[in-house]
């Protein structure tokens, strides 16, 4: 059964940073585009950043400029570096990559206090 763990999620001020990690249950080698989503209360999950096996990646207008997301195929894991964190980036931050299914992580929360 295939699992996604995410982690780094916290209670942080505005302006300050925190750094999500996802890691997977299987091998992300074969696997194309690993995303992060985001979903924050009364709101659709909207993707905020995707990374392909090739290094391309997209960010949401929202944070762009601020977030980074990486991948490290040896360990499984997807990251993301949120720097100058807002209040409206509060939300639960979710991993997820496609193959032959959608797979998603459980979240974790972000909280940015203002």
């Known amino acids: 059964q295939v699992q996604l763990v995410e982690s780094g999620g916290g209670l942080v001020q505005a302006g300050g940073s925190l750094r999500l990690s996802c890691a997977a249950s299987?091998?992300?080698?074969?696997?194309?585009?690993m995303n992060w989503y985001r979903q924050a209360p009364g709101k659709q999950r909207e993707l905020v950043a995707s990374?392909?096996?090739?290094?391309?990646?997209n960010y949401a207008d929202s944070v762009k400029g601020r977030f980074t997301i990486s991948r490290d195929n040896a360990k499984n894991t997807v990251y993301l570096q949120m720097n100058s964190l807002k209040p409206e980036d509060t939300a639960v931050y979710y991993c997820?990559?496609?193959?032959?299914?959608?797979?998603w992580g459980p979240g974790t929360q972000v909280t940015v206090s203002s």
């Open positions: 997820n990559f496609y193959y032959g299914y959608d797979y």
């Open positions: 990374v392909t096996n090739g290094g391309t990646t």
């Open positions: 299987l091998s992300i080698f074969s696997i194309n585009a």
